[in-house]
């Protein structure tokens, strides 16, 4: 028989064996519930030091941004002289979404705008733009943020690789353009939306199991593309990124994960949900076509410098050197030599080359075709296929595409840093740092109308825009100074650059206008002249044209021409006929139309009744009728409040002696 003692042993060690065991299993599993408990923790608190970092980074980077000032390119039309920012109690909500300004229509962004105005006594367009530059760098910094979120999901939440990526958008140069200049406040308001809503749209695609949220956050993507579009235009691409999101997320388990995953992102349960997107993007689309100028260059050479654009794009991603606030078409600019001829033939080719690799590229990873992909499709609409304005590219359209460009070297950074770390860790410093140098240079450059264009002459001598809106920075400077030195050395300042405008058939009248009126004041009186008629024949409605030819034609005892210029003046500039009627009633009195000239003299009397002349150029004007009464009333009126006027005083005396009253 079996020994009972030695089976009750085996049993008893049998069931410790299974109690150990269960209770080291129940130790395992409370230690590895801690360890991701703490990992967890560690990560949180790894997000909100890289968050604090991001906003330390931008802050350093732009710090030198809120001693700028309005600049003369968009500024003025979209703030200093807007109606819709600026006179709060005369437009409405209705007005600012019914309007476009500037040939463009971005509601939300004159209504940020609206919310910054002030009054600045101090200033000398009575308005700070300090306020417009600080909510700028505001969002801006939110932008860095929400690119920080949006790529954590997008990379698997790798802190290192949304950290590279965020801070590139924060302090890269080519993004100072769309901080630092206040028109541009379009730029980093839509990207705000736009960012916020591929963030809801990944929500979206996370909430499988509770179906409401899933529909709330499509719903709140969908609201955000909306708001974006009513931001900027270029928002429009929302829905092709979304496609581009799907792609890169899927993640297959068959053989053909490239294939797999097209055929998901164009798959009808993905498209559906974003019908109503694209029927948005199509209305906003057309709009912003419908409402711009487009130019008129042949289809070749649109395929010209769109691959010139895209190529140089990713060019100055590496290397942002010798930016500028326009990049002249190379025929406007003066460059007409062989190598940039070359470049431009070859740039179409050099761009297949691109894609082709690209192409290549997905035999073994997704990663080019997504990066390159987003930065493309976000790129696509400024590209110059359909080209607008005077610039072959401009910095401000890169601000929301090369977040694609810079997640290419973060997911590789990402990959490849537990093998060589510290190299790659001192690599990215070292390019962060200089990209922070690089964009506080710039942003001095955006410091006011001088500086900028001061730039852009700088690498293009014979620019028209820059030649112009210089001129015309210097000009109305002069008007502000009393010392005379200074005010010939500003008005020397803008007569060159306006010569060399007008030598590259500037078709704005402000120039014109502007060199007219200094060799008007110098007595080149033929030169004024020309200028004159050619500012009003550019810009028929023109008020201050008309007044400033009539002080020329004055001047060469052309009195009747001067009179009716004055007419059309205070026809197109009735804000200023204080000043129009003050010198069209000395034209009127030279003339012997009395009647006018007392006409004229009444309004300004009603106006400014303090001022002696006004009465007494009407008591000549009186006396001239033989209205002896009404002309010792003013010459008494004159002396009441110039009592020491010789001219008053003898005159009146004359009339009073007289004895005679004239009907």
């Not at 910054?116 to 760098?137: D, Q, R, T």
């Not at 595409?401 to 990402?414: E, K």
């Not at 920075?473 to 002069?478: A, C, E, M, T």
């Not at 210029?565 to 009395?594: C, K, M």
Request: with cysteine.
């Amino acid at each position: 028989m079996p020994d009972r003692k030695s089976e009750n042993q085996k049993n008893k060690k049998a069931q410790k064996q299974i109690a150990t065991s269960f209770n080291t299993q129940e130790v395992f599993d409370d230690t590895s519930s801690e360890n991701i408990i703490v990992e967890r923790l560690k990560n949180h608190y790894t997000l909100i030091l890289c968050a604090v970092l991001l906003l330390i980074l931008v802050l350093i980077t732009y710090r030198g941004s809120f001693k700028n000032d309005f600049v003369d390119w968009d500024d003025y039309t979209y703030v200093v002289e807007n109606n819709l920012v600026r006179s709060l109690q005369t437009t409405t909500l209705i007005d600012v979404f019914s309007k476009q300004v500037s040939l463009n229509y971005h509601p939300l962004t004159i209504l940020s705008l609206r919310l910054n105005n002030n009054k600045c006594n101090a200033c000398l367009e009575g308005i700070s733009a300090a306020p417009f530059i600080k909510w700028n760098v505001i969002i801006h910094i939110l932008n860095t943020l929400l690119v920080f979120q949006l790529i954590f999901l997008l990379s698997k939440k790798n802190i290192l690789v949304s950290f590279i990526v965020a801070v590139l958008f924060g302090v890269h140069p080519m993004h100072v353009e769309s901080v630092a200049w206040i028109s541009e406040r379009k730029d980093v308001l839509y990207v705000f939306f736009f960012l916020s809503g591929l963030i809801a749209y990944l929500r979206y695609q996370k909430s499988t199991m509770n179906i409401k949220r899933k529909r709330l956050w499509l719903g709140a993507a969908f609201l955000l593309f909306i708001f974006a579009c009513l931001s900027k235009a270029m928002a429009v691409v929302f829905p092709a990124v979304l496609i581009l999101i799907i792609f890169w997320t899927y993640q297959p388990q068959g053989k053909n994960p490239v294939k797999e995953s097209l055929k998901e992102a164009f798959s009808l349960k993905n498209i559906i949900p974003l019908i109503p997107f694209f029927v948005v993007a199509l209305c906003f689309g057309l709009l912003a076509i419908s409402i711009n100028k487009l130019n008129t260059f042949s289809f070749w050479h649109r395929i010209q410098y769109a691959s010139y654009g895209f190529i140089m794009y990713i060019v100055k991603f590496f290397f942002p050197v010798n930016l500028s606030a326009i990049y002249p078409y190379p025929a406007q600019a003066g460059n007409n030599s062989l190598v940039i001829d070359i470049f431009l033939k070859a740039a179409p080719v050099i761009l297949l080359i691109i894609f082709g690799l690209v192409i290549y590229s997905l035999k073994k990873t997704k990663l080019f075709v997504f990066g390159l992909g987003f930065f493309l499709i976000t790129v696509l609409m400024v590209l110059q296929f359909i080209s607008v304005g005077v610039a072959i590219m401009a910095d401000r359209y890169t601000y929301l595409s090369y977040i694609g460009l810079a997640f290419i070297p973060a997911m590789i950074i990402g990959k490849n840093v537990s093998k060589k770390r510290i190299p790659l860790y001192v690599l990215s410093a070292c390019f962060i740092i200089l990209m922070m140098i690089l964009s506080q240079k710039q942003i001095k450059t955006w410091r006011n109308s001088e500086t900028l264009w001061s730039r852009v002459i700088e690498l293009y001598p014979r620019e028209e825009t820059a030649r112009s809106l210089r001129g015309i920075y210097y000009s109305k400077s002069s008007d502000r100074i009393n010392d005379t030195r200074e005010k010939k050395l500003l008005e020397d300042k803008a007569l060159e650059d306006f010569k060399i405008a007008i030598k590259e058939a500037t078709a704005r009248a402000d120039v014109y206008e502007g060199a007219g009126c200094i060799y008007g004041k110098r007595g080149d009186l033929s030169n004024a002249l020309l200028c004159l008629n050619m500012a009003i024949k550019l810009k028929p409605y023109k008020g201050s044209a008309y007044f400033n030819r009539a002080l020329t034609l004055s001047q060469l005892n052309n009195t009747e021409a001067a009179i009716k210029d004055y007419n059309l003046a205070l026809v197109y500039q009735p804000q200023n006929a204080l000043q129009i009627l003050t010198n069209r009633y000395i034209l009127f009195l030279e003339t012997g139309r009395f009647k006018e000239s007392i006409q004229d003299l009444d309004y300004l009397i009603s106006v400014d009744n303090k001022n002696f002349i006004f009465y007494y150029n009407r008591a000549l004007a009186k006396e001239q009728l033989n209205n002896r009464m009404g002309a010792i009333d003013d010459y008494k009126k004159a002396l009441v409040l110039q009592p020491d006027d010789q001219l008053s005083k003898n005159q009146l005396k004359k009339l009073e002696n007289t004895g005679k009253t004239k009907p």
